[in-house]
């Protein structure tokens, strides 16, 4: 089975802090692995929200304007679509000027997603430690109760590595099959995308992001999906994509998403069996 509709929609480059490689690298990369569209989603600055963080985890405030422009430099001459995007924290409380800061910026698309309680940055490997002083449950309900206000606030198109809080391998105890359910409904009705995050499968959690109820139930509900390799290092550009594609045409999947201009557009998974 052959996948065409390969696309990557999550890179990073080594302006966030935590990453390597030039943008170029990444072109070259994804131009060998025949993926049919990029996206760069840097880490957007925190800083600009308002929100220092303990750690560099984000481009520097003076670096923004820069990986704009090479962006868009790129966008004229790769030998593929290239689409501007960023990853943006959902930083509950700030809202509002999270909308005023991104509304100077024309994005293709924004990914947003939740790498913080409070302010513990719980995907940080540094902090994991910390997982082990509270009640995991409640952990994932606090970690989705800050989804759901991400996908009610309508700031992103896509929201990322939906359930990452299990990056590290813990997992909840108690049957949370409603929280799934209450989550999907929210993320229907806020009409985001869902990244389908291949990183995951490197993480200690070994799956996918998100897992299989999740995925499921966005596609019994019609939520669209895009793709991501969450890339941190060219080699990365483009990782499982393919396995990614089959495990949603498995799951009854047949479209994916494409970003242009801050609209999303539905593309056909198309499969060619020989």
């Not at 509709?5 to 060998?32: E, F, N, P, Q, S």
Request: proline share 5%; aromatic share 10%; glycine share 8%.
């Amino acid at each position: 089975m052959t996948i065409t509709m390969k696309v990557d929609y999550h890179l990073h480059t080594a302006r966030c802090g935590h990453a390597a490689g030039t943008m170029a690298d990444y072109v070259a990369a994804a131009a060998a692995g025949g993926l049919k569209e990029i996206g760069f989603a840097d880490h957007f600055p925190l800083e600009l929200l308002g929100y220092t963080p303990q750690e560099q985890v984000n481009m520097a405030p003076g670096e923004l304007a820069a990986y704009i422009a090479e962006v868009q430099w790129w966008q004229k001459k790769a030998p593929l679509p290239v689409r501007l995007g960023a990853e943006v924290d959902f930083l509950p409380g700030r809202e509002k000027i999270t909308a005023a800061v991104l509304a100077a910026y024309d994005f293709d698309y924004l990914i947003g997603s939740v790498h913080f309680l409070g302010d513990w940055d719980f995907t940080h490997p540094a902090y994991q430690e910390r997982f082990q002083e509270v009640n995991i449950d409640r952990l994932y309900e606090q970690y989705f109760a800050l989804i759901q206000q991400l996908a009610q606030s309508r700031l992103f198109q896509v929201v990322g590595h939906l359930d990452v809080i299990k990056k590290f391998a813990y997992f909840p105890r108690a049957d949370w099959s409603l929280l799934v359910e209450e989550t999907c409904q929210i993320l229907k009705a806020g009409e985001i995308c869902v990244e389908v995050n291949t990183a995951g499968w490197y993480a200690p959690a070994g799956e996918v992001y998100p897992g299989l109820s999740l995925l499921r139930r966005c596609r019994q509900l019609g939520i669209p999906v895009t793709l991501g390799s969450d890339a941190h290092r060219p080699q990365d550009v483009g990782r499982d994509l393919e396995r990614a594609l089959q495990l949603l045409a498995e799951l009854g999947f047949r479209e994916i998403a494409t970003f242009a201009g801050g609209q999303c557009r539905l593309q056909p998974l198309v499969l060619n069996r020989s």
